[in-house]
């Protein structure tokens, strides 16, 4: 899975935990990013909807949720993999853009992502395979790429990655099928129906997610955008149709409390934390004060995003700031009727319930 700036990986586990004791039928995840955790709900039974804003990660929702593994067919998927893989590199849009004029990718893997993305746009777009194939491209640049994840700089020197040739694979696809939806967040909230359990994890500051992994919308809607600055960012990452109110600290809170407001769910789950915009004390009072009888604070220690633990550099990757912290404090509020929550939370250590 990807290198992603707010990640839950290593709560995964956890949150798979709250979603199996709930006993829901239906979860979704508003902000599902990378469907990380929308694979856990999906993997624990539940009926799945994944909902994002951006291309890229509705390409992995229609791959790792809306699809059903026991209905792909094993061998065409394998066969246009092997096809896709035997290209010949063939430099284009991609090249000049991400190797050349940037340096994210090194020309011979560029030049195989050029080839290989004309021909899924031009053999498989009317395919089931299209957002499987798109998946295994994506998720192949991600091991060559030369950054530290994030899409707004590179690396100095190359990685060591980046000289590995680009390899597609099968992605590891889930039984059973769910829904994927392309939309923002305040509109969706409305049109979706009530769900059992419903999962959020927005945006905790000014940083976007729109020009922090442009590459990948760029490499998914292939419309080979004007680029402008040294990380050669889409020209329409300047237009204020691609800006999240989640992105606004003097809105975003009101528009987060909005959406709890609209939210028919039965749990609500929120991943947060200690660095946001939203204090601690403002998430529980709100949730009280719509009508949930409780509501529950897991807290727990994390490494920061690896960017932030390297410290602070200037575009010919010279250091040029200090690292004030290395861990922060990961939260997430479980809100419902009493007995729903109580029995969402059981089981869990007693040390990461650190306010009720």
Sequence with gaps: MFKYIGSKRKFVPTLGTLARNSESQTA????????????????????????????????????????????????????????????????GYFTETFCVKSRFFQPHNGERVDAIREAIESDFTDSSLYPLLLTSLLQAADKVDSTTGLQMAFLKDWAPRSYNKLELKIPTLLPGTGVALLGDAMDLIKEIPPTDLLYLDPPYNQHRYFTNYHIWETLVRWDKPEAYGVAQKRVDARDSATKSVFNSKPKMKDAFFQLLNDARARIVLISYNNESWISAAQMMEHLRAIGHDRVVKLAFEHDRYVGARIGIHNPKGQKVGRVSHTTNTEWIFVAGDLDDVERTIRGLDEHVVASQ
């Design 28 to 91: 979704v995840d508003l902000f599902t990013g990378t469907t990380r955790v929308a694979q856990e709900f999906k993997r624990s039974g539940l009926l799945t909807t994944a909902a994002d804003l951006a291309t890229y990660s509705h390409v992995l929702a229609q791959t790792y949720i809306e699809t059903d593994a026991e209905s792909v067919d094993a061998s065409e998927l394998e066969s246009a993999l092997l096809y896709l893989n035997d290209l010949p590199g063939k430099p």
